[in-house]
């Protein structure tokens, strides 16, 4: 069992950034990990992941705005979000796909986070 722990969000204006953390009990396993988000009445989608080869891979929505980074000594993955906007207003997910399993983004699957709110003011 994997467990992820996530820090960093809360309340901004428009046009403000934020960073979320997500650090991961073990790092051995690691395929990739990535952040997905959910507003109130709609589905977890995808936002933004990074491959154990260190490739990345974003949601339309969020191109150009968010990055997504890591350090490995730590298993920890960063989300900079940048240029926010209410829209982005969700309960951000930290995602762990663990080795030898298939990385789809578009299909929630593996560990998760527990989430954390990011609330973007207009």
């Known amino acids: 069992q994997v467990r992820l722990v996530e820090s960093g969000g809360g309340l901004v204006q428009a046009g403000g950034s934020l960073r979320l953390s997500c650090t991961a009990s073990?790092?051995?396993?690691?395929?990739?990990m990535g952040w997905y988000r959910q507003a109130p009445g709609t589905q977890r989608e995808f936002a933004a992941g990074?491959?154990?080869?260190?490739?990345?891979s974003y949601a339309d929505s969020v191109k150009g705005r968010f990055t997504i980074s890591r350090d490995n000594a730590k298993h920890t993955v960063y989300l900079q979000m940048n240029g926010l906007k209410s829209e982005d207003t969700a309960v951000y997910y930290c995602?762990?796909?663990?080795?030898?399993?298939?990385?789809?983004?578009?299909?929630?699957?593996?560990?998760w986070g527990q989430g954390t709110q990011v609330t973007v003011s207009s």
């Open positions: 995602n762990y796909r663990r080795m030898f399993t298939p990385v789809t983004w578009s299909a929630p699957s593996g560990y």
């Open positions: 990074i491959m154990r080869s260190g490739s990345t």
């Open positions: 073990e790092g051995t396993q690691i395929n990739a």
